[in-house]
Each structure stands twice: as structure tokens, then as C-alpha cells.
């Protein structure tokens, strides 16, 4: 068993009872999102003049885009997503984090935190996908045969994705642990 000091819930529990919480969740979710953002202008090899979500995604879909796969970057980055939000929604259980910290209360919203992460990480997962396609010229198929390809390569990818949300919320740990200290 953990002991209580580690356990996420616990530790949020009391950061809110603190009046704490909502300053360290902001902090964070900046920086691990700021992080994520770097990783994946590093992997895709993007020149950008700053890191702000939004043009890291833009530029990550006009990078894949451009490997001319038969399929539309946006459904290619779609599917994945939606792997990925069930492995955030798996890893925060498997915190004790349960529907509270998955929606249930908006101003303790640990999934959407991740998934924001999980966002940004997915694009060079995306790009391996694109190129895979175009390099053996897949045209459109069936669905189904298009939805195996997606979860093969999104299980290849999940341990990396995996240990970047642990990562993450290693760090929200640790905040919280020398908040309420």
C-alpha cells in the first residue's frame, strides 16, 4: 500500500482544504504542458518562436500534412486522442484520482490537465502514423482495417506515452507534497 503522503487524492484533498490547490494546479498544468510542447517541437524537428499550445499544434499538423498520406491529418490525430484519453482516464485510477478528478468537479479536472499534455505528445506518435501510410501508399480502406493500423501504433507508443503522464503527475506530487508540508 502507499502511504499516504503519496497518494494524489489525499494530497489534493488537502491542498484544497488549504485554499492551495487552484494556484499549484495552474502552476503545473503550465509546466507540463510547456514541457510537452517542447518535446514535440524537438521531435518534429519544428521551428517556432514560442511554445504556446496552439501554434505547436498548428505546426505539428501542417508537418504531417505534408508526408501525404491518404488520410486527413485531423482523423489520423483524432483516433489516437481517444486512445489516449482512455490511458489517462486508466492511469489516474490506478492514482485513486476517480470521477472527481475525471470531470466530475470541473475545478479539480486532473484528466483534462493530462489530456492537455497527452495533446501535444501524441504529435510525433501522429507523424510515425502519416508516414507509415504514405510510405506504403495506403489508400482509404474500410474503418476497421484503418482503426487496426491506429491502435498498433498507438500501443508501440503507449509506454512512452504512459511514463510522460506518470512524469506528470510525479510532478504534481511532489508540488502538492511541499505545499501542505
Known amino acids: 500500500m502507499r502511504r499516504r503522503h503519496q497518494d494524489l487524492a489525499a494530497l489534493v484533498d488537502e491542498a484544497v482544504a488549504a485554499g492551495r490547490f487552484p494556484a499549484i494546479r495552474r502552476s503545473w498544468r503550465a509546466a507540463v504542458v510547456h514541457a510537452a510542447a517542447a518535446r514535440t517541437v ?3 524537428g519544428l521551428a517556432l518562436p514560442d511554445l504556446r499550445p496552439d501554434r505547436v499544434h498548428r505546426a505539428a499538423a501542417r508537418a504531417v500534412d ?3 498520406a491518404a488520410f ?3 482523423e489520423l490525430y483524432a483516433r489516437l486522442f481517444a486512445l489516449g484519453a482512455g490511458l489517462v482516464a486508466e492511469l489516474l485510477l490506478e492514482e485513486g484520482a476517480g470521477a472527481r478528478f475525471q470531470g466530475l468537479e470541473p475545478d479539480l479536472d486532473l484528466a483534462a490537465d493530462l489530456r492537455e499534455v497527452l495533446a501535444l505528445d ?4 501522429v507523424r510515425e502514423l502519416a508516414a507509415y501510410l504514405a510510405r506504403h501508399r495506403l489508400e482509404r ?3 476497421r482495417a484503418l482503426q487496426e493500423r491506429v491502435v498498433r501504433r498507438f500501443e508501440a507508443a503507449r509506454p512512452q506515452l504512459a511514463l510522460r503522464l506518470a512524469d506528470a503527475g510525479l510532478v504534481l506530487r511532489r508540488l502538492l507534497r511541499e505545499a501542505i508540508q
Open 141 to 143: 480502406e474500410g474503418g
Open 72 to 74: 486527413a491529418t485531423e
Open 122 to 125: 501524441l504529435w510525433p506518435v
Open 42 to 44: 524537438l521531435a518534429l
Open 66 to 68: 505534408t508526408l501525404g
